[in-house]
């Protein structure tokens, strides 16, 4: 089992459904959860946290 493998599944589901409007929707909640993992300790955490 490869690093992406779990990336390429999804990838093939979305090509194969055919629901490329959910593509944006699980970059948009990737993004999110980056920024709270790496803010958490962050000076700017309560600055973010506010926007989210």
């Known amino acids: 089992m490869s690093k992406f493998?779990?990336?390429?599944?999804?990838?093939?589901?979305?090509?194969?459904?055919?629901?490329?409007w959910l593509i944006p929707v699980l970059v948009l909640l990737l993004l999110i959860g980056v920024l709270i993992v790496f803010l958490q300790t962050s000076a700017l955490a309560p600055l973010i946290y506010p926007f989210i």
Do not use: P, R
């Open 5 to 20: 493998d779990t990336a390429k599944k999804i990838f093939n589901f979305f090509m194969a459904k055919k629901q490329f």
